[in-house]
């Protein structure tokens, strides 16, 4: 009889921790999501997927624009603009497999490109209001748009692996940017370095 109440005893406070467990790997796991953030290194071609200073994936052999980063002048330059981004949209339908759009050009863009005269001021305000509006800024800037992270689509994967291809965006394999769907989600914090 002895046996069977400690063997009870057992059971119940291993249920218990099991509950116990379950609870906070939930509470844990939605907490983590609105923490995690994208940092992309354009010179070592990395991405990494972040949780606070703690790297959780790591993607290596990553595509940016034809003429590598920095700040995008216009559209068609093919260059991956750096700075501080949010996913904005995903289109799930993409050419490329998978696209997250980032609210691109951001007001840190906006600005430099007015005081270097590359865009005039009813582009800046139209941005900015998109900005503060926490809405997708306007794609159809002298600046360009459409500037994000996707897949390769039906794209080659050697050429993905050789060379730096992209008109601006950052490009992953399909078999990657599947991985980080799981993720990421709207509004995820990208740093592009």
């Known amino acids: 009889m002895k046996n069977n109440s400690l063997n009870y005893l057992l059971f119940m406070r291993i249920i218990h921790l099991f509950f116990t467990a379950i609870v906070l790997l939930c509470s844990f796991s939605a ?28 993607y290596s052999n990553i595509a940016i624009g034809r003429n590598g ?9 093919d260059t991956t603009p ?12 993409s050419q490329y497999h998978l696209f997250f759009g980032f609210n691109y050009p951001s007001v840190e863009n906006v600005q430099q490109a007015l005081k270097k005269g590359l865009v005039d001021k009813k582009t800046y305000s139209r941005v900015i209001i998109a ?8 794609q159809n800037t002298p600046l360009g748009g459409l500037i994000g992270i996707h897949g390769l689509g039906r794209g ?14 950052i490009a992953l394999t399909n078999e990657q940017i599947n991985n ?6 709207k509004d995820t914090i990208v740093v592009v370095k």
């Open 156 to 169: 080659d994967k050697k050429i993905h692996e050789s060379m730096n291809w992209t008109h601006g965006c």
């Open 180 to 185: 980080l769907d799981k993720l990421i989600k």
């Open 31 to 58: 907490h983590a999501q609105e923490d995690v953030w994208l940092l992309i290194d354009t010179k070592k071609l990395e991405l990494e997927v972040k949780l606070a200073d703690v790297t959780l994936v790591k």
């Open 82 to 93: 750096l700075g501080k981004y949010k996913i904005s949209w995903i289109n799930r339908k």
């Open 131 to 138: 900005h503060k509006n926490n809405q997708v800024p306007p």
């Open 69 to 77: 980063s920095g700040f995008k002048q216009k559209r068609g330059d």
